[in-house]
């Protein structure tokens, strides 16, 4: 039963409050590719679209050619997109191609300073969680697939500057 106050009207309880949206500070593209084959991948988009490699991340227990490290992921600028080349390195993330895999191998990584924040949003709304959240040298991160079955992967705005 609600308050009255002295002049008669009804005194409304506060509303309760609203959790604050997730703000986010980029999206890019991310192409995962057969395992064994992100060099491949990266030199065919610089070859083909005059891609600049801005950074990468290698995986010190792999071996690529050679003693070399293998690589994990490439960050590539294209023109004023960002693209993202990864190997894949596990059957969380499906590659390009490879039979059944949702969205042929595309997954949209959507970057935000708060990532518990961000996959509570999109889970709310419908994306399910692939795993839990999960934090690596790179920060925060987690995989969803949407609705639609489109894989996202949301993660850390500062892994770039952690990974580097």
């Given amino acids: 039963m609600a308050e009255v106050a002295t002049n008669g009207s009804e005194v409304l309880a506060a509303p309760a409050a609203v959790p604050a949206a997730a703000v986010f500070t980029g999206l890019k593209v991310q192409v995962t590719v057969p395992a064994g084959r992100a060099e491949e991948a990266v030199a ?74 961000a996959v509570a949003q999109a889970a709310t709304a419908g994306a399910a969680l692939q795993g839990e959240v999960t934090e690596d040298c790179c920060g925060l991160g987690a995989t969803l697939v949407d609705p639609f079955g489109i894989t996202w992967v949301l993660g850390s705005s500062t892994s770039a500057k952690k990974c580097a």
């Fill in 44 to 117: 065919f988009y610089k070859a083909a679209f005059a891609a600049e490699e801005v950074s990468r991340s290698t995986h010190p227990k792999r071996k690529g050619d050679g003693e070399e490290a293998a690589l994990l992921c490439a960050e590539l600028k294209v023109g004023a997109a960002t693209l993202v080349v990864c190997d894949q390195a596990g059957d969380d993330v499906p590659a390009v191609g490879k039979e059944g895999a949702a969205a042929s191998g595309l997954v949209l990584r959507l970057e935000t300073d708060d990532v518990n924040t």
